[in-house]
C-alpha cells in the first residue's frame, strides 16, 4: 500500500515537474508526415515521430533539436503543442521555386488576422478591472550552444600555441599589446562562462480605477556593481500588439491559413507566415514562422517567428487563458549578433592570391547570439488592490542586488551561468564597466557622465545671429550629494563675438519623487517669440531646436529667477517660478518708440499633463523609459509692474499631442496656440514657426531640418501674432517596403496650418516684420528611413492665402533624424 501510495505520489511530482508535449513534423512541400524524426535533447534523444508525423516527450529542456536523414535538421522551443515543418537536403534550386507558394496571401488567413487585431484589446488583461502577476527574466550574450565544446578546444590549442610563440609575434604598440592581452582573457572566459547574464524578477499590478504598477522583485546584472535603470525600464512584448498582426504590417508577410490543433481542449487556427522578399533558397525555411489562433476568441495563443536562415535565430511567446482574458506565459529569444573570427594561419608579407584564399578558409568561426528567456507566472484575477500600492511612478525598485532572485527563478542556473557572475563580476571591477556603462546610459538623457560630473553638448549649436555657438554645461550629481546638485555653462558666439554663461543649484526635498528647488543666474541670448517649451522631453527639443536656426531676431537677456517643480502623480508635474531680469534687443529695434533696456518682472506656472507614459526613480532623478500619448502642456506667465518691472501681461499657450490607430493607418495630430494681453516688446509675442531663411538661389535654399512646431515654407523670424492656433497632422499610409539594407520604409501625408493676428503692430518698429492673420497652409510628403537610412526625407508645398505663382517660394524640403519620431 504505501509502495503504490509512493508510486502514486512520483508520478504527480513528475508530471508537474515534466509536462508532457506533442510534436508534429511535416514536409515543407507537401505538408506530409514525416516518420522517423529524432526529437533530442543535450544528445539525448526523447522520441521519434510515428507514421502521423507525431511524437510526444516530457523534458525541461526549453527547446529541442529534430532531425532525420535527408532533411535538414532543426529546433523548436517546448510547448505542450507544436508543429514543424523540414526542408529535403538535397533539392535543387529550380526544385525549390517550383513549390514557392503563391505571393499573394490567403484571404482565409487574412480576415483571420485582421479579426484579431481588432479583438486584442478586449482579449488583452487590460479589460479585466485588476489583476496581479509575476515574472523572471534571463538575459544572456554567449556562443552558440552547439559550438561551445569545439570553442573550448579551440582556446586551448591557441593558448598552448600562443606559449610557445615569440615575443615579436605580439603587437609591437602598448596599445594593441593592451587590447590584444585583454582579448585572449575574455576567450578564455567563453570557455567557461557566458559573457553577459541578466535576471529580473517583476511583479505587475492592474486596476482600472489606480491604473498600472510594476515593482522590480530584484535585479542581477554580471560585472556591474550598481544597477543599470534604464535597462530595468526594457520592455518586452508582454501587452504589446505582436507586429505580425498589425495592419501596417500586411504587406511585408504573406499569410497561409494551413491547419487548425486542438490545445489544451480549445481548436486553434494555425497561420504560416514569411516574408515578402523571401525566395526559399537552399536551406532556408520555406516559413518565418507560425501564428496559433484561438477560434473562439481570435487570441493569440502561440507566435514562432524565425530567421530565414536556421543559425540566426528565432523569437516564440505563448499566452494563457485566464477569466477569458489572454496573458503571456512565456517568451524565448535566440538572435545571432554577429561572429567572432580568429586567424589560424599567420598573413605572410607579399602573400599571393592563392596563400590569401587558404588563410581566409581556415579562419575559425563562431556564433555570437542574445538568448531571453522569460516566465509569467502567480496570476491572479480580480485581486484587492490598495491606492498605496500604486503610489509613485509606473515603476519602482525594491532590491537590486540578486539576494532575492532565487525566490523567483522558474529556471535554475546551469554551471556556466553561475561562472558567469564569478568570473564577468572580476572583469567588470578590473575594467571599471560600471563607469563605462554610465557614460552610455548617459546618452540617453543627452548627457555625457564623467566621475561626479554631468556634461550638457546641447550648449553647442548654430543660429542666424550668434552663427556657429560654442559652448557646454556642467552639473555636480548624485555622486557629489544626493539632494543638492549645483551646475554652471559657458558658451561662446562666433558671429556676435559674445560670451553666454549661467549658474544654478537644485535643491531636492526628496528622493522618492522629483521634487526639487532651483535658483538660478543667467546672461544669454534667444530668439524672439519662442514657444514655450516647459516640461518638454528631450527628443522634443532637439526636434524644435529648427526653430531657433534662421531666425535672427535675437535678444539679450540677464538676471535670475527662482523656482519649484514637482511631480505631483506619475501623470501630472508642476512647475512655478518667479524671474528678475533685464532685456535688449539684439537687432535695430523700437517698442513704441524706445530703443533701450527694459527691466522685467514676471511669473510663470506650467501644467504637464501625461496619463500614459511610464516613469522610473532613479538615483539621478526621474527617468521617463516610454513617452506615450496623449500629453498637454499648458503654460500661464505674467509680468508684473513691480519689484522693477516695466509690463504688465499676460501670456497663455497650450500643446496636446495624441495618435489614432485604424486600419487605415496611423494619424498623429499636435494642436497648439497662444494668447497674449498688455503692452512688452516683440520677444514677448509668438513667432509663427517659420523655417525658411528666405535669401539665397538653389534647393539650399528650400532646405531646413525638421521642426515639432514649425513650417517649412515660412519665412523665418517675419511673423509675430499676439493670439494663434495652429495645427499639425500627419498621417502614415499602411503601405511598408524595403529598397536596401534593414530598414523598413513607408510614407507619411502630412498637413499642419497656422492663424492668428496681432492687435497693436505699430507698437513694433523693426525690419521684414508682419503679422499672420490669415490661415498659412501647407502640405507635404515623408519619405520614413529614406534609402534605408536613419532619417525621413520630406518635401512640403505652400497652399492657399499666401501660396504665390512662383514654385520655388512655395516649396520646401526637410530632413529628419529618425530617432526624433513624431
Known sequence: MMKSLYLLFFSISFSMLYSQSTLTVTRSDNQKPIKGAAVSCNGRVLGRTNDKGIVTFTTKCPKVDVEIDNFIGDEVVVDKVMELTLDRDNIKSNQIQGVTLSNESDPRALAIIEQTFKRFKDNSPNALDSYSYKSYEKMSFDLDEDSIKDYSRFVEARKDSLSRATNRLLPKKEKDKKDSIEGEQMMSVAKDSKLFLWERAMEFLYSKKYGEKVNILDNRISGLKNPVYEMLALRSNRDKIPREILPENKSLYRYFLTDSIEIEGRMNYVIRFRQVDYKVPINRRKYNGYLYIDKDSYAIKKIDSNSKVKSDGNITSVWVPINDKWFLKTENLKIKMGVS?????????????????????????????????????????????????????????????????????????????????????????????????????????????????????????????????????????????????????????????????????????????????????????????????????????????????????????????????????????????????????????????????????????????????RNIMTPYGKYTYEQNFPEAFLNYEQGYKSLGGEFNYSRFDALITHQFRSSWGTTLARVYGGYYVGKAPMWHLFEMGGLDANSGTGILSNFSLTSYLGFATMTSGKYFNDKFAGYYVSHRIPWYFKSFGKNTSSFDIIARGIIGDLKNPEYHTVENFSPLNHLYQEIGFEYNNFLSSRFNLAFFYRVGHYNTTKFNDNFGVQLKFKLLEF
Open 341 to 613: 573570427e580568429f586567424n589560424t594561419v599567420q598573413k605572410k608579407e607579399n602573400e599571393t592570391a592563392e596563400e590569401k584564399k587558404v588563410r581566409l578558409e581556415s579562419v575559425k568561426k563562431f556564433g555570437n547570439y542574445a538568448y531571453m528567456k522569460a516566465d509569467y507566472f502567480d496570476f491572479k484575477t480580480p485581486v484587492e488592490l490598495k491606492p498605496s500600492q500604486f503610489n509613485g511612478y509606473t515603476m519602482s525598485v525594491e532590491n537590486t542586488d540578486g539576494t532575492l532572485l532565487n525566490q523567483y527563478r522558474t529556471d535554475s542556473l546551469s554551471a556556466r551561468e553561475k561562472l558567469t557572475y564569478v568570473k564577468i563580476d572580476s572583469l567588470g571591477k578590473k575594467y571599471t564597466l560600471d563607469r563605462k556603462v554610465k557614460v552610455l546610459t548617459g546618452l540617453l538623457r543627452a548627457k555625457f557622465t564623467v566621475g561626479m560630473v554631468d556634461i550638457n553638448p546641447l550648449q553647442t549649436r548654430y543660429n542666424r545671429y550668434e552663427g556657429f555657438r560654442l559652448g557646454a554645461g556642467f552639473k555636480l550629481n548624485e555622486k557629489f550629494n544626493r539632494y543638492i546638485s549645483p551646475d554652471v555653462y559657458l558658451a561662446y558666439g562666433f558671429k556676435d563675438r559674445g560670451f553666454k554663461y549661467g549658474a544654478g543649484v537644485d535643491v531636492k526635498t526628496t528622493l522618492a519623487r522629483n521634487s526639487f528647488f532651483r535658483f538660478e543666474y543667467f546672461n544669454d541670448v534667444a530668439a524672439s517669440g519662442r514657444f514655450s517649451q516647459n516640461l518638454w522631453s528631450a527628443k522634443m527639443a532637439i526636434n524644435n531646436s529648427g526653430m531657433t536656426i534662421r531666425n535672427d531676431k535675437y535678444y539679450k537677456y540677464d538676471g535670475f529667477r527662482f523656482g519649484y517643480q514637482v511631480d505631483l502623480t506619475n501623470s501630472l508635474t508642476l512647475d512655478v517660478s518667479g524671474k528678475k531680469q533685464n532685456e535688449e534687443s539684439g537687432i535695430p529695434y523700437e517698442f513704441m518708440g524706445m530703443s533701450r533696456k527694459f527691466e522685467n518682472f514676471s511669473s510663470t506656472a506650467t501644467i504637464k499633463f501625461s496619463p500614459n507614459s
